[in-house]
């Protein structure tokens, strides 16, 4: 036999066993693109047997030529029929670059998020931009944003982010199949947009933004931004479709993305591309997850209600179904013990007195005038916290991990399960402590070298209260740190010493005092958190922190054993139920007191809850005595010395910065004129005004927190600002005026090291000087020590109000025609304030020839003395002492007197000689007249011709005729 034969042999048996050839056994591929002379691109579709079989009517088409790099759109692909075709469910595909920005309101379908740490908020669309979310108040914040990016050559991504948080406490990383390519620190905030870049090789990628904050300083804004993801480089034209990676899944056909499988489920390498797989109920997974891991069998049951059963109390025991595997049936057992204070109504629930009330024996009683109930939780037994109304979170760093096994009715589970961190997380723990078996909450049994768990409590007080609890440490305490924070702002460490039973007390039921000076206000929601964290190095044995009881004091929900006596600045009156403070305007200095007494007069009280009033003076009180006002007008009755501020008084001055502590920062971005700016949360700015509240003005845009009236403010960002002091005090000197501002927000730090509360003060002083008598003054920050807050001023207005003591005069020459000299004024102390130039009298300096000897007045003995007088009309000072000495002579009285008759006399005489010849030229003139008329009658002269006659002569002569006729 020859080969051919053989051949012919072989081929005829393998035709009898293959089956007819039909279309499904033809596969298509493209060839290579060539370039024709006209410059279009062209490639050739070759047809091909992909399984043996017989031949029969379907034969193989010739090769035809197709258009090349065609482009299709997302979710289809170029098939060799050279037509855009959808992808088939399970798989995806993306052509040419993509860009992903202008979100709309959701996270688009092909990106998902979660979130690492054990508070955080994952990423979300705020305008039409990827945030990592609001995580102001989340100490260790991580989150993560992954995208499948599916590339057909080398490609180019570029990432335009920018992040928001305090200096360097926050980061973004991006990371591709697991390694980091990209990462970056923030300086502060960083309002422009940066861009990072990175190449990726051809294939399908996960590519993972995390964001990341340090727990070094948990308050701020907190947060990065993507405000587009581009990657250029892509397949021009998508011949096949890429397969969803393990983890992933897509349904329906023309996907282009594939969507991550949500927690609880998986998809692995034998399960189908289109859906992912629930796991079962006693299984969990984290989201993208390949495969589901066992949960933990159940250790603790869940109890129904107590009610009354088989002539007791019995409560419904069940095990828990969410989180862990149920072997047991459920089972009635007896009521464990109430808490102290309450006890079983008939329906079988603990319950305790009405508030205000206490119980004693079998009876819920009043307390009396002075006296409060004081509400409390006591657990010396974890295992005695049937019915407390707590709500007890309980959550380890890493939410990917499992949920595990505390679940009781009052202390509800978010831990997660083992990891190689460590197989801890907080629980409710039997376990045995200095040779006693106690009921404890335990941290859990921390094998691993890194551990971090918290267990968050939240409690609403209605009462002024305190808080205290005992624990243990067993363990590594080099590597090892607990924490009790309240409301994720005060932070106590715990004394972790080995193998000791250890107390921490906090607040009192004085708003005043306490050990570790909190206030737990009544009316307030605080949230305790007790954190315990691990980092050790080498072959570490387990670490746990037990709390082993807890005393909850004025807490909402407690019950009351006895009574208390009333606090200092609050009022018990027997028909309340809680302690009241005390007004504004009263106080109270003594425990065990019903009523409030009000302020004596020129005090007052400018808060409530005061145990002692204010002295105002030289401050003004209020009608009500609810506050001492500031005032601009100042005296001093001891030196008589008084001010006026008004001109600068309602001034606001501010933003005032110290420089020296921005210029220890470094460069920041930080604009100190805005006011209220979201800026670094260290820079503290002041604000101050002198004798005016500064919240007052509308447009002040509320610089103290709402509600505060203060003088001072100090302001750390938009949200965070305290009272500098709102009791205004003033001290005056010749010098100037000290003004201080006490009574401020409570501060509890001094020199860095926490202390005893105590309010914020701030000192002003301004300094007199006349010559500054600007209306804008500068005002400059000095220093802060312990909450004591200095700054200082340069002005006028600080001088005291110049009076007439203050001022010497200088005369100037003297006027001889007015008799007077201009007067100008000269001050001989610092004040505030001029005296007009005023004039004064003046006469000049007399010289001897303005003298003369004149006889003076007659004595008793009738004696004549001769003197020196100023000469008549003369004015003049004798300044100079130039009145003549020489004496002059003396006469006798009766002599002189004899001269003086004679010569009054003699005057008479002539007077009465003169009257006689006046007589005579009177009698001739009228004879005169009455000749001169006559003669004109006769020759009947006019009377007009006679000039020295005039009408009244005429008459007068007739009267005369008549009377001669008579």
Same mark, same amino acid.
């Given at each position: 036999?020859?080969?051919?034969t053989?051949?012919?042999?072989?081929?005829?048996?393998?035709?009898?066993?293959?089956?007819?050839c039909?279309? #499904?056994?033809?596969?298509?591929?493209f060839?290579?693109?060539?370039?024709?002379?006209?410059g279009?691109?062209?490639?050739?579709?070759l047809?091909y047997?992909?399984?043996?079989?017989?031949?029969?009517?379907?034969?193989?088409?010739?090769p035809?030529?197709?258009?090349?790099?065609?482009? =299709?759109?997302d979710g289809?692909?170029?098939s060799?029929?050279?037509e855009?075709?959808d992808?088939?469910?399970?798989?995806?595909?993306?052509s040419?670059?993509?860009?992903?920005?202008?979100?709309?309101?959701?996270?688009?379908?092909?990106?998902?998020?979660?979130?690492?740490?054990?508070?955080?908020?994952?990423w979300?669309?705020?305008?039409n931009?990827l945030?990592s979310?609001d995580?102001?108040l989340s100490?260790?914040?991580?989150?993560?944003l992954v995208?499948?990016v599916?590339t057909?050559a080398f490609?180019?991504?570029?990432?335009q982010?920018r992040?928001?948080?305090?200096?360097?406490?926050?980061?973004?990383?991006?990371?591709?199949?697991?390694?980091?390519?990209?990462g970056?620190?923030?300086t502060g905030?960083?309002f422009?947009?940066?861009?990072?870049?990175?190449?990726?090789?051809?294939?399908s990628?996960?590519?993972?933004?995390?964001?990341?904050?340090s727990?070094?300083n948990?308050?701020?804004a907190?947060?990065?931004?993507?405000?587009?993801?581009?990657?250029?480089?892509?397949?021009?034209?998508?011949?096949?479709c890429?397969?969803?990676?393990?983890?992933?899944?897509?349904?329906?056909?023309g996907?282009?993305?594939?969507?991550?499988?949500p927690v609880?489920?998986k998809?692995g390498f034998?399960?189908?591309?289109?859906?992912?797989i629930?796991c079962?109920?006693?299984?969990?997974s984290?989201?993208?997850?390949?495969k589901?891991e066992p949960?933990?069998?159940?250790?603790?049951?869940?109890?129904?209600?107590?009610?009354?059963?088989? $002539?007791?109390f019995?409560?419904k025991?069940?095990?828990?179904q969410?989180?862990c595997?149920?072997?047991?049936p459920?089972?009635?057992?007896?009521?464990?013990?109430?808490?102290?204070?309450?006890?079983r109504?008939?329906?079988?629930?603990c319950?305790?007195?009405p508030?205000?009330?206490?119980?004693?024996?079998?009876?819920?009683?009043?307390c009396?005038?002075?006296?409060f109930?004081?509400?409390k939780?006591?657990?010396e037994d974890?295992?005695?916290a049937?019915?407390?109304?707590?709500s007890?979170?309980?959550t380890q760093?890493?939410? !990917?991990?499992?949920?595990t096994?505390?679940?009781?009715?009052?202390?509800?589970?978010s831990c997660?399960?083992?990891?190689?961190?460590?197989? &801890?997380?907080?629980?409710?723990?039997?376990?045995?402590?200095?040779?006693q078996?106690?009921?404890t909450?335990?941290s859990g049994?921390?094998? /691993?070298?890194?551990?971090?768990v918290?267990?968050s409590?939240?409690?609403?007080?209605?009462?002024v209260?305190?808080i205290?609890?005992?624990y243990?440490?067993?363990?590594?305490t080099?590597?090892?740190?607990? &924490?009790?924070v309240?409301?994720n702002k005060?932070?106590?460490?715990?004394d972790?010493?080995?193998?000791?039973?250890a107390?921490k007390?906090?607040?009192s039921?004085?708003?005043l005092e306490?050990?570790d #000076?909190?206030?737990?206000?009544?009316?307030q929601?605080?949230?305790?958190?007790w954190i315990?964290?691990?980092?050790?190095?080498g072959?570490?044995?387990?670490?746990? !922190?037990?709390?082993?009881?807890?005393?909850l004091?004025?807490v909402e929900g407690g019950?009351?054993t006895?009574?208390?006596?009333c606090?200092k600045g609050?009022?018990?009156?027997?028909s309340?139920?809680?302690?009241? %403070?005390?007004?504004?305007?009263?106080?109270?200095?003594?425990?065990?007191?019903s009523?409030?007494?009000?302020?004596?007069?020129?005090?007052?009280?400018?808060s409530e809850?005061?145990?002692?009033?204010?002295?105002?003076?030289?401050?003004?009180?209020?009608?009500d005595q609810?506050?001492?006002?500031?005032?601009?007008?100042?005296?001093?009755?001891?030196?008589?010395l008084?001010?006026?501020?008004?001109?600068?008084?309602?001034k606001?001055?501010?933003?005032?910065?110290?420089?020296?502590h921005?210029?220890?920062?470094g460069p &920041?971005?930080?604009?100190?004129?805005?006011?209220t700016?979201?800026?670094?949360?260290?820079?503290?700015?002041?604000?101050?005004k002198?004798?005016?509240?500064?919240n007052?003005?509308?447009?002040?845009?509320?610089?103290?927190s709402?509600?505060?009236r203060?003088?001072?403010?100090?302001?750390l960002?938009q949200?965070?600002?305290?009272?500098?002091?709102?009791?205004?005090f003033?001290?005056?000197s010749?010098s100037?005026?000290?003004?201080t501002?006490?009574?401020?927000?409570?501060?509890?730090?001094?020199?860095n090291?926490?202390?005893?509360p105590?309010p914020?003060?701030?000192?002003?002083?301004l300094?007199?000087?006349?010559s500054?008598t600007?209306?804008?003054?500068?005002?400059?920050y000095?220093?802060?020590?312990?909450c004591s807050?200095?700054?200082e001023?340069?002005? %006028?207005?600080?001088?005291?109000k110049?009076t007439?003591?203050?001022?010497?005069?200088?005369? /100037?020459?003297?006027?001889?025609?007015?008799?007077?000299?201009?007067?100008t004024?000269?001050?001989?102390?610092?004040?505030?304030g001029?005296?007009?130039p005023?004039?004064k009298? =003046?006469?000049?300096?007399?010289?001897?020839?303005?003298?003369?000897?004149?006889w003076?007045a007659?004595?008793?003995?009738?004696?004549?003395?001769q003197?020196?007088?100023?000469?008549? $009309?003369v004015?003049c000072?004798?300044?100079?002492?130039?009145k003549?000495?020489?004496?002059?002579g003396?006469?006798? =009285?009766? /002599?002189s007197n004899?001269m003086v008759l004679?010569?009054?006399?003699?005057?008479?005489?002539?007077?009465?000689?003169?009257?006689?010849?006046?007589?005579t030229y009177?009698?001739?003139r009228?004879m005169e007249?009455?000749?001169?008329?006559?003669a004109?009658?006769?020759?009947?002269?006019?009377?007009s011709?006679?000039p020295?006659?005039d /009408?009244?002569?005429?008459?007068e002569?007739?009267?005369?005729?008549?009377i001669?006729? #008579?």
């Amino acid at each position: 036999m020859n080969a051919a034969t053989v051949v012919s042999l072989l081929a005829a048996c393998v035709c009898a066993h293959a089956a007819t050839c039909t279309e #499904d056994n033809i596969g298509a591929v493209f060839t290579e693109c060539f370039t024709l002379p006209n410059g279009t691109e062209q490639a050739q579709v070759l047809q091909y047997w992909k399984d043996p079989c017989e031949s029969g009517n379907v034969t193989l088409e010739a090769p035809k030529t197709v258009p090349c790099n065609v482009h =299709c759109e997302d979710g289809k692909y170029y098939s060799t029929n050279a037509e855009c075709e959808d992808c088939p469910p399970g798989t995806y595909s993306v052509s040419e670059a993509i860009t992903y920005e202008g979100f709309n309101g959701t996270l688009p379908k092909d990106i998902a998020t979660y979130c690492h740490s054990r508070s955080c908020n994952p990423w979300t669309v705020e305008h039409n931009v990827l945030t990592s979310g609001d995580n102001s108040l989340s100490p260790d914040a991580e989150s993560s944003l992954v995208l499948i990016v599916n590339t057909g050559a080398f490609a180019k991504v570029t990432v335009q982010h920018r992040i928001e948080c305090e200096r360097d406490t926050a980061s973004m990383q991006i990371y591709v199949d697991g390694h980091l390519q990209w990462g970056t620190k923030t300086t502060g905030l960083d309002f422009t947009w940066d861009t990072a870049e990175f190449y990726l090789n051809k294939g399908s990628h996960i590519v993972r933004f995390s964001y990341t904050k340090s727990r070094s300083n948990p308050v701020g804004a907190d947060r990065a931004f993507i405000k587009s993801i581009t990657v250029a480089g892509q397949e021009k034209s998508v011949t096949a479709c890429s397969p969803c990676p393990l983890g992933y899944a897509s349904s329906t056909a023309g996907s282009g993305s594939c969507s991550i499988c949500p927690v609880g489920t998986k998809r692995g390498f034998n399960d189908p591309a289109t859906s992912c797989i629930d796991c079962s109920d006693t299984e969990m997974s984290a989201p993208g997850s390949e495969k589901c891991e066992p949960l933990a069998e159940c250790t603790f049951p869940k109890y129904d209600a107590c009610e009354a059963r088989d $002539g007791g109390f019995k409560r419904k025991a069940t095990w828990q179904q969410s989180g862990c595997i149920s072997f047991k049936p459920e089972e009635y057992q007896d009521c464990s013990v109430c808490l102290e204070g309450y006890f079983r109504d008939q329906s079988g629930k603990c319950t305790h007195c009405p508030r205000g009330q206490y119980r004693k024996g079998d009876e819920c009683q009043t307390c009396t005038g002075g006296m409060f109930a004081v509400p409390k939780l006591v657990f010396e037994d974890f295992a005695t916290a049937e019915g407390v109304p707590l709500s007890m979170g309980l959550t380890q760093d890493d939410s !990917l991990m499992k949920v595990t096994n505390l679940c009781t009715q009052d202390a509800t589970s978010s831990c997660r399960e083992k990891d190689s961190y460590g197989d &801890t997380a907080w629980e409710i723990q039997k376990t045995m402590l200095n040779g006693q078996e106690m009921t404890t909450l335990s941290s859990g049994m921390g094998h /691993g070298n890194s551990v971090n768990v918290e267990l968050s409590l939240t409690v609403t007080m209605v009462t002024v209260g305190h808080i205290d609890f005992k624990y243990y440490f067993g363990g590594a305490t080099s590597c090892s740190k607990g &924490t009790f924070v309240i409301n994720n702002k005060y932070e106590f460490s715990l004394d972790l010493a080995r193998n000791e039973l250890a107390q921490k007390s906090l607040g009192s039921f004085s708003e005043l005092e306490g050990s570790d #000076d909190v206030v737990f206000a009544p009316g307030q929601e605080y949230k305790l958190k007790w954190i315990f964290e691990k980092s050790c190095s080498g072959s570490v044995h387990e670490s746990n !922190l037990y709390i082993t009881s807890l005393s909850l004091y004025g807490v909402e929900g407690g019950a009351s054993t006895s009574c208390l006596e009333c606090p200092k600045g609050k009022k018990c009156p027997a028909s309340e139920p809680v302690p009241i %403070a005390c007004p504004k305007g009263q106080y109270q200095d003594k425990e065990a007191q019903s009523t409030c007494l009000p302020c004596a007069a020129g005090s007052a009280t400018h808060s409530e809850g005061m145990i002692s009033c204010k002295v105002c003076a030289p401050a003004v009180v209020n009608a009500d005595q609810s506050a001492c006002l500031a005032t601009c007008e100042l005296e001093d009755s001891s030196t008589g010395l008084s001010f006026d501020i008004r001109p600068i008084g309602n001034k606001l001055f501010g933003p005032l910065v110290d420089l020296d502590h921005i210029r220890r920062m470094g460069p &920041t971005d930080l604009d100190i004129n805005n006011q209220t700016s979201n800026d670094l949360y260290s820079i503290q700015r002041y604000f101050l005004k002198l004798c005016e509240i500064v919240n007052d003005d509308a447009n002040e845009k509320e610089l103290c927190s709402s509600g505060k009236r203060a003088y001072a403010c100090q302001r750390l960002n938009q949200d965070l600002a305290y009272s500098m002091g709102d009791v205004p005090f003033y001290e005056v000197s010749a010098s100037g005026i000290n003004i201080t501002f006490s009574d401020g927000s409570k501060c509890h730090y001094r020199n860095n090291e926490k202390v005893s509360p105590y309010p914020r003060v701030s000192h002003i002083d301004l300094t007199c000087d006349p010559s500054v008598t600007t209306l804008s003054p500068e005002m400059k920050y000095i220093r802060e020590e312990s909450c004591s807050y200095y700054f200082e001023m340069t002005t %006028a207005f600080a001088c005291p109000k110049c009076t007439d003591a203050m001022f010497f005069a200088e005369v /100037g020459e003297c006027d001889l025609e007015s008799q007077q000299a201009q007067v100008t004024w000269h001050k001989n102390a610092s004040c505030l304030g001029e005296r007009t130039p005023t004039v004064k009298e =003046c006469k000049r300096s007399c010289t001897a020839g303005d003298f003369e000897m004149l006889w003076g007045a007659c004595t008793s003995d009738s004696v004549q003395t001769q003197l020196w007088q100023l000469k008549q $009309g003369v004015v003049c000072v004798d300044d100079n002492n130039m009145k003549p000495t020489k004496e002059g002579g003396t006469r006798d =009285c009766i /002599g002189s007197n004899k001269m003086v008759l004679a010569g009054i006399i003699f005057t008479c005489i002539l007077i009465l000689l003169f009257m006689v010849l006046c007589l005579t030229y009177r009698k001739k003139r009228m004879m005169e007249t009455k000749y001169s008329r006559l003669a004109a009658q006769e020759r009947d002269i006019p009377m007009s011709s006679f000039p020295h006659v005039d /009408g009244a002569d005429i008459e007068e002569q007739a009267e005369r005729d008549a009377i001669d006729s #008579d």
